[in-house]
């Protein structure tokens, strides 16, 4: 049982492209998904709680929604400070568990 | 500001114990859920335990070995680790929860180490 499938695992864009990261429960979890950002080497931190609220001082390149079984990261304009790997969260109950990560890179 | 400082990680032989501790600051601790989650060298996060305010839950993974537990006349948590095995070796975060279940705040880490 795998109850967070995030994909893709990796990828490699440009800086300004639009990337989209997708995280997928196995059961549904309403809008009880948050999304962190983990740089290389630091602490993860919290981006998006409830699917699509941004925390404070988070850019507003970062955006997330879906609801249910399905949920998407998104970042608008990709920049250098970017790269790191994300990671969604479900906490609807236990387990509160993480996806696998997906590493965002510079091509 | 809120602070977390996690302590006790240390290289241990399979099948020794450990116990983990939190002080927290900055913020009400006793009317806080709080929790551990750690990181395995070079993988993702794993949800280990929740401390809510009179409730304990635990990862399938960690159940029976890991204890959570919290003194809130001093600001503390704590994570008790029995029987470690080598897939425990793994940073250990100590986390605040926000209102539901989501972690708004993070620890530096403690590295618990198993080998022989």
Do not use: H
């Not at chain 1, 998006?48 to 949920?71: E, H, K, M, N, Y």
């Amino acid at each position: 049982d795998i109850p967070m499938t995030q994909s893709p695992s990796s990828l490699s864009a440009s800086l300004g492209d639009r990337v989209t990261i997708t995280c997928r429960a196995s059961q549904g979890i309403g809008i009880y998904l948050a999304w962190y950002q983990q740089k290389p080497g630091k602490v993860p931190k919290l981006l998006i709680s409830a699917t699509s609220a941004l925390q404070s001082g988070v850019p507003s390149r970062f955006s997330g929604s879906g609801s249910g079984t399905d949920f998407t990261l998104t970042i608008s304009s990709l920049q250098p400070e970017d790269v790191a790997t994300y990671y969604c969260q479900k906490y609807d109950g236990p387990p509160l568990a993480f996806g696998g990560g997906t590493k965002v890179e510079i091509k | 500001e809120v602070q977390l400082l996690e302590s006790g990680g240390d290289l241990v032989q399979p099948g020794e114990s450990l116990r983990l501790s939190c002080a927290a600051s900055g913020f009400y601790f006793s009317t806080s859920a709080m929790g551990w989650v750690r990181q395995a060298p070079g993988k993702g996060l794993e949800w280990v335990a929740t401390f809510n305010s009179r409730t304990t839950v635990y990862a399938d993974s960690v159940r029976g070995r890991f204890t959570i537990s919290r003194d809130n006349s001093r600001d503390m948590l704590f994570l008790q680790i029995n029987s470690l095995r080598a897939e425990d070796t793994a940073i250990y975060y100590c986390v605040k929860e926000g209102s539901l279940g989501y972690y708004v705040s993070w620890g530096q880490g403690t590295l618990v180490t198993v080998s022989s």
